[in-house]
């Protein structure tokens, strides 16, 4: 493994107007790693791909790639990534063939090479029995997995997928995994960022953790399930009026705040996990004159971290 970062940031900072989409982020990405850039939308995000992949000027700090200056050669940053950004960027008129050979002539790459590395790439990412149909009729998952081959045509050195499962259903997210994956195991280092925190679990080896523009919290997803500690208490109660009663009854058996559903009937708070923990959250609630659906205590998720973390979920805001 390289000794220079295969992704950094310094102190990077962005403004649009008076609003502040990243103020002062530090990150580090070893080479042929898979980091996840985890946060709601507005976080910063999508702002952070954009400054790394040139697309966006810092106005403060410093950003690398194989340990290029992202504003000082552009061009020699674009050679060595490739982007899969939120939504499919492939021309509906052409066939798969021809999109990737359109991505590798922008590149100017050998007619010879292109046409290897795109018939590589169908087999590869399970588009050979389309690879001459207009792209028109392709699925979601079909436009996808030529998406994240386009932005491979040129056999990048960072890949960065900004969050590449939006819009997908629950296969096709699966199968999207699955090619992640096996681009981790190949070497290239990736950049994941999402919403889905079960997605970042899976994929990433280390996670970033991002709100406001900044960078709140780093580590892989056990170390950053260990910071809650103990388990993760979950209630559903009968009626939405006694949502303070819930409430006061839950909040001194508790190690933190108790989180509460827009809908008023569903708790959840980290605890001390025992053997009389359900017994005695039910005993509570019923002393307070609540009714009780459902009381269940499990190990945090990186959902539970998310909510800690920010004191709301992550797809909970509007993109800036």
């Not at 107007?17 to 910063?44: F, I």
């Not at 674009?78 to 509906?92: D, H, K, M, N, S």
């Not at 933190?256 to 039910?282: L, R």
Request: charged residues 25%; hydrophobic residues 40%; negative net charge.
């Amino acid at each position: 493994m390289s000794a220079t970062p295969a992704v950094e940031m310094r102190g990077v900072v962005k403004r649009f107007g008076e609003t502040l989409a990243l103020d002062g982020v530090d990150l580090t990405v070893p080479t042929g790693s898979v980091y996840g850039l985890l946060g709601p939308n507005g976080a910063g995000k999508t702002t952070s791909v954009r400054v790394l992949t040139t697309l966006l000027t810092p106005d403060a700090g410093e950003a690398r790639i194989d340990g290029i200056d992202v504003v000082a050669d552009p061009h020699a940053v674009r050679r060595r990534i490739g982007l899969t950004g939120q939504y499919a960027a492939v021309e509906e008129r052409l066939t798969a063939r021809e999109n990737l050979d359109y991505v590798g002539r922008l590149f100017h790459l050998p007619r010879s090479r292109v046409k290897q590395r795109a018939t590589d790439l169908l087999e590869r990412f399970d588009l050979a029995d389309a690879a001459d149909r207009v792209v028109k009729g392709f699925s979601g998952g079909m436009r996808r997995r030529l998406d994240i081959a386009m932005s491979l045509i040129a056999e990048p050195s960072v890949l960065f997928l900004d969050e590449p499962t939006t819009g997908l259903d629950p296969r096709s997210r699966l199968g999207m995994w699955d090619v992640i994956s096996e681009l981790a195991a190949d070497g290239t280092t990736v950049l994941l960022t999402t919403q889905y925190l079960e997605e970042a679990d899976r994929l990433a080896e280390q996670i970033v953790v991002i709100d406001h523009g900044r960078v709140i919290a780093e580590g892989t997803p056990e170390q950053l399930k260990s910071r809650i500690g103990g388990a993760m208490l979950s209630v559903r109660i009968a009626r939405p009026e006694n949502r303070e009663r819930a409430l006061g009854a839950l909040s001194p058996l508790c190690t933190g705040q108790v989180e509460v559903s827009p809908d008023d009937v569903a708790f959840s708070a980290p605890i001390i996990a025992g053997d009389g923990v359900v017994p005695g959250v039910i005993r509570a609630l019923d002393d307070a004159g609540v009714d009780v659906l459902d009381v269940e205590v499990r190990k945090p998720s990186l959902d539970d971290v998310f909510l800690v973390l920010t004191g709301h979920t992550a797809g909970s805001e509007e993109e800036s």
